[in-house]
């Protein structure tokens, strides 16, 4: 698996590009590079040992990845523990400039944007729950640092931060990261979240109310909130909110950073507790990088273990099915 870092493509045909569906409000990213990203999980490449030879997260391996933006800890004279670089294989491409607003839902565009990995060690290991718990803080201290940087470029819209652990959540790598992006638009689902509270300014306020009252807090630290949510997409579905309103993750004090971090530890020792060895995703819905404090968003980040496919009804009607309610997966993250 030594992949040396191979130079920007010289075919326009394979950077990335932004494909926008105007019947279905649905943009798409074709990046054909993607494809050409190395897989130990999908192509059960993993050694005896649990160590694919040569992992390109590994400390001792930096030849094999980009530069790193930023690291944990900073001072170079030691020994590195967790790393953002850019992606070798991104969906979005810095280009150095924004599209135009009307070109924005251009049919087809250069997809400009940010796309870092987050290794999240830098010993070879499968799950979050294998990282100190002050090192784990550390990891999310550096992404807050790194979106603060990119919320100040008027090229970007919004960021996120992501996480597929395991093959059936979409990962293709073992070793544990996360994703980092930043893009010139604010995608559907965000949009869609922004209209809502437009109509019902108070729809944080009234999602923490109902959890509350239906027995569906799994816990609480640092001014936020585990939860889970009225209508979970799978069984075992939790969100972490923050108990008042605050727009931005970036932007957020450093005691809420760790206690973030603190609940993603929980709550994935709780579904592996229930479910050991579950795939799941987590993704950060913050608000658009130049939203004032007027829209009374909550910034959250939602957790979904891949328990069951999306089939064919989930995908033509967006609609889900799921076998656990909200009390009894809240009950078995609660560890009752």
């Known amino acids: 698996m030594s992949v040396p870092p191979p130079p920007r493509s010289p075919d326009p045909a394979r950077d990335p590009r932004l494909h926008h569906d105007a019947l279905g409000g649905r943009s798409v990213f074709i990046a054909p590079r993607r494809a050409d990203r190395p897989s130990d999980l999908a192509t059960g490449m993993q050694a005896a040992a649990g160590r694919p030879a040569g992992c390109v997260f590994c400390a001792g391996n930096e030849h094999l990845t980009p530069p790193f933006r930023l690291r944990s800890p900073a001072n170079p004279l030691l020994p590195w523990q967790a790393r953002i670089i850019p992606n070798r294989f991104p969906f979005v491409e810095d280009w150095g400039g924004a599209a135009t607003a009307a070109g924005?839902?251009?049919?087809?565009?250069?997809?400009?944007?940010?796309?870092?990995?987050?290794i999240e060690a830098a010993t070879h290991e499968a799950s979050i729950l294998a990282i100190d718990a002050a090192?784990?803080?550390?990891?999310?201290?550096?992404?807050?640092q790194r979106l603060a940087a990119l919320a100040t470029r008027s090229d970007?819209?919004?960021g996120t931060i992501f996480k597929n652990s395991g093959a059936l959540a979409g990962a293709s790598l073992e070793h544990v990261h996360s994703q980092l992006v930043a893009l010139d638009f604010v995608p559907p689902d965000v949009e869609a979240e922004l209209a809502a509270l437009h109509g019902t300014p108070a729809l944080f306020a009234h999602l923490l109310e109902w959890a509350a009252a239906q027995n569906c807090i799994v816990a609480e630290a640092g001014g936020l909130v585990a939860l889970v949510p009225p209508a979970p997409?799978?069984?075992?579905?939790?969100?972490i909110v923050t108990d008042t309103p605050e727009d931005h993750?970036?932007?957020?004090?450093?005691?809420?950073?760790?206690?973030?971090?603190?609940?993603?530890?929980?709550?994935v020792t709780r579904l592996q507790a229930v479910l050991p060895g579950a795939a799941y995703n987590w993704w950060l819905h913050q608000a658009p990088f130049a939203t004032d404090?007027?829209?009374?968003?909550?910034?959250?980040?939602?957790?979904?273990?891949?328990?069951?496919?999306?089939?064919?009804?989930?995908?033509?009607?967006?609609?889900?099915?799921?076998?656990?309610?909200?009390?009894?997966?809240?009950?078995?993250?609660?560890?009752?």
């Open 293 to 336: 404090s007027r829209c009374r968003w909550h910034w959250h980040l939602e957790i979904l273990p891949r328990l069951a496919s999306f089939a064919g009804f989930e995908l033509a009607t967006g609609c889900h099915v799921s076998t656990a309610s909200p009390q009894e997966s809240a009950r078995l993250l609660r560890g009752g």
């Open 104 to 118: 924005r839902r251009a049919p087809v565009r250069p997809a400009h944007g940010v796309h870092d990995v987050v």
């Open 233 to 239: 997409r799978q069984p075992l579905e939790a969100w």
């Open 156 to 158: 970007l819209a919004w």
């Open 249 to 267: 993750f970036h932007a957020t004090a450093p005691a809420r950073v760790e206690a973030l971090a603190d609940l993603t530890r929980l709550v």
């Open 135 to 144: 090192a784990w803080r550390d990891v999310w201290g550096m992404c807050h």
